[in-house]
């Protein structure tokens, strides 16, 4: 499938260089849909209000953007839509699942799945594009494993269907510029668009099929991976809807694939394009996991700024007091950026430590539950990429990469590198 079409071509900023909105107390804006809402912004107000239980995601789904919300963020049955009894019970069945100990003993594979890409990456030698050949393949592995899905049975699940189910789910069913007006938040009108959005439907449809099938058949015949972790778990705490189960697998296979990918692909154009004297300092362990972390702290996956709450009660944010059933806008990009917290920003040596935990994963009952892993690919393959190949270099300017463009990420759509 070719993803660099018309649309994806559009001159664009990298991720890393995207403007936020200086940290600063809160104040009024206006969302993308005309919704007047409260913009946080500074990093200890934005810790604050994702950490206070006044403040609440449930029946925002279609809040905040002018256009289509993606599945994974709009599903009422997300675990991101959900809070109190109903979501506790839910992010207690996957902390049953990942335990530490659990994700000790991932840990091994996961390195092991990571060193497998870059050596036959290195075996098919230049030049080549690093999204297909090695920003994709790294985080697919590790899905297919982790989830139980790299038999041979009815479980087996290949790279093509997988991408094609996680495009819709993040509201990429048709490829941005198929046809007039295409593109994220396009809705269904003539001809291509209506049939797109069909195909979107269907695609979905067919998704949630086989992962209802899957979350069945674990039931009946448990093993050692993720799924039958999970389903066990919500089974013994009880309470869990089959459809918020379903839906929290599917998430977990579709949502975590892609964002790995796209936080790898938008890592290697920063350092690739703009550090490329730190490129082979990464062959230090210890610097890799200092500029991993940097990395995800600075970079966002996607162009949307904030993420949006409502408040049940009226809040003190600072000297600010923010009524009661207003919306909020959080900026995590802002909050990450913020100079009291973060003076050096990006572009200072990338091996040192943050200052402060970052907020790239959320904060509070909703913070990322696939962060270990998130970490975990993006420092492996920072470190045996570049001890394997500390030549690596970009052949196209960051200014004329391609883009993939989607409801929640954005990463490059080719990655053409030589060494």
Sequence with gaps: MDSVTAASRTTLPPLHRLPTTPAQPPHPTTLPDGTPAWLITRYHDVRQVLGDPRVTRADLHDVGTAGATADVAANPASLFNQDGPAHRRLRGTVQRAFTPRAIAGWQPWVAAAVQQSVDRLVAAGPPTDLVPAFARPVPFAVTTRLMGLDGDGPDHLDEERLHRWTLALLAQGEEPGDG???????GPGEGPERQAGADHGDTLAEFGAFMAELVARRRREPGDDLVSRLVRAAD????????SLVFLVAGLTASGNESV???????LVYVLGERPEHWPLLADPVVAEHTAERLLHYIPLGDDEATIRRTTAPIEVGDVTIPADSVVAISLGSANRDPAVYPEGLDTDLGLPLPAPTLAFSSGPHYCIGAWRVRLEMRESLHRLATALPGLRLTTPVAELAWQLGGTTRSPARLPVDW
């Design 261 to 267: 990918a796209g936080a790898l692909a938008n890592a």
């Design 236 to 243: 013994q705490n009880g309470g869990v809807p089959e459809d």
């Design 180 to 186: 007039p007006g295409d593109g994220p938040g396009a």
